[in-house]
């Protein structure tokens, strides 16, 4: 068993399931609702849980009503919630998703994250005792510069998760070990992969990967770039699959090299988008 520490975003989320895309000014029902605890970091800490792991997430969602079902997840999923919010009676940052059952693609509605801070003292000496891997979405920079420099004085890799770019990481990318990127993760004077890649190697990170969906993986590593490839499954919903992958990415890191890492990471995000919503794949124990 490995312990395991996330920072960033953790949401409120309610899921709706429909047979198609909404039309202008139209209403309809959905064929099913789903509720629980979101965000890039929050749903990267339940994957790596659900390999057996001690998991550890610092957010924050603050004491108003609309947070009892996040947390109440993360408890199920026997994830230890760290609750470091400002801002405690002030509501969560809300998502709507919608699913189009069709075709597994998704649209998102969320309320802003950016004025969102966690307080001054969440980060304390012995936050990351006997922890294995930290991983960070980007989200509260401040005090994760903070986390992650005190990883690098321990020499426990950092992991970041690059979903889209946010001012600011230029001072944090620098303390990364391994940085997972989305295709649509382009910072300043970046408009491809390379760029991307060559951005990544001047701030000192040396294990890169930008994962583009159902395309193939690209990997840089030891000044070697390739492409793994991502398994063809019959997708249901695509929701949280980049977080999932991340999350197990955690936990691969730990007993495999970078490539097989990421393989095996594929393998699992590609697994859960044949069931519904971010959860149920943990269940099915042949996903792991």
Not at 104 to 116: F, M, N, P, Q, T
Not at 140 to 159: C, G, R
Not at 238 to 254: E, N, P, Q, S
Not at 257 to 267: A, K, T, Y
Request: with cysteine.
């Amino acid at each position: 068993m490995y312990k395991g520490t996330f920072l960033g975003l953790a949401t409120a989320d309610t899921v709706y399931y429909v047979p198609h895309f909404l039309e202008r000014n139209k209403k309809l029902k959905a064929e099913r609702q789903l509720a629980y605890a979101g965000g890039p970091a929050t749903n990267a800490a339940v994957a790596f849980a659900a390999f057996g792991n001690e998991s550890t997430l610092i957010s924050g969602l603050g004491q108003h009503p609309l947070t009892h079902i996040a947390k109440l997840d993360l408890a199920d999923h026997k994830v230890r919630f760290i609750d470091c919010t400002d801002q405690p009676r002030r509501p969560p940052v809300l998502s709507t998703i919608i699913v189009d059952l069709s075709c597994g693609e998704r649209s998102v509605v969320y309320s802003s994250a950016d004025l969102r801070k966690l307080r001054p003292d969440t980060i304390k000496e012995n936050t990351l005792e006997y922890t294995d891997i930290l991983l960070l979405d980007g989200f509260y920079l401040p005090q994760a510069i903070e986390l992650a420099t005190l990883a690098k004085k321990l020499d426990i890799p950092v992991v970041f998760d690059g979903g889209s770019w946010k001012e600011g990481l230029e001072e944090l990318l620098p303390l990364v070990d391994y940085a997972i990127c989305s295709n649509a993760f382009l910072p300043p004077d970046c408009t491809d992969k390379d760029g991307l890649i060559d951005f990544l190697k001047e701030l000192g990170i040396q294990c890169i990967a930008i994962t583009r969906d159902g395309q193939p993986i690209i990997a840089h590593c030891q000044d070697q770039t390739t492409e793994i490839p991502v398994m063809q499954v019959k997708t249901v919903d695509t929701l949280g699959a980049g977080d999932i992958f991340h999350g197990a990415f955690c936990h691969y890191i730990l007993e495999c090299d970078f490539l097989l890492s990421l393989e095996r990471s594929g393998e699992v995000a590609s697994l859960s988008c044949t069931s519904l919503g971010t959860r149920a794949w943990i269940e099915q124990e042949k996903f792991l």
